[in-house]
């Protein structure tokens, strides 16, 4: 299974982005999808996921601010961020569970998403 990420990118403080992952390659659907981050120096964190049905969970420092979606007919997991702080800095990598793999997990290359003051 591959993961293309794109989205990141070099943002003010306070806007907005749009990161999109799309999978491909895979025999079996596709369950749960998400979004983590790496910040310098810090261990990759969880941003938000999403269930195949479309049940969102989110980090409670992204909360109210980023909003996670997919499209199961492409394949394809959406993060919206808005309200974007300094401290979103990070490489925003997408993640893509199989079920019928023991719930096997899938990583795309990251996107490098940029906040500045």
């Known amino acids: 299974v591959q993961l293309q990420a794109s989205g990141g990118g070099l943002v003010k403080s306070g806007g907005s982005l749009r990161l999109s992952c799309a999978a491909s390659?895979?025999?079996?659907?596709?369950?749960?999808m998400g979004w983590y981050r790496q910040a310098p120096g810090k261990q990759r964190e969880l941003v938000a996921t999403i269930t195949s049905s479309g049940l969102p969970n989110y980090a409670d420092s992204v909360k109210g601010r980023f909003t996670i979606s997919r499209d199961n007919a492409k394949n394809t997991v959406y993060l919206q961020m808005n309200s974007l702080k300094l401290e979103d800095t990070a490489v925003y990598y997408c993640?893509?569970?199989?079920?019928?793999?023991?719930?096997?997990?899938?990583w795309g290359q990251g996107t490098l998403v940029t906040v500045s003051s």
């Open positions: 390659g895979s025999r079996f659907s596709i369950g749960a």
């Open positions: 993640n893509a569970r199989i079920p019928a793999l023991l719930e096997y997990s899938y």
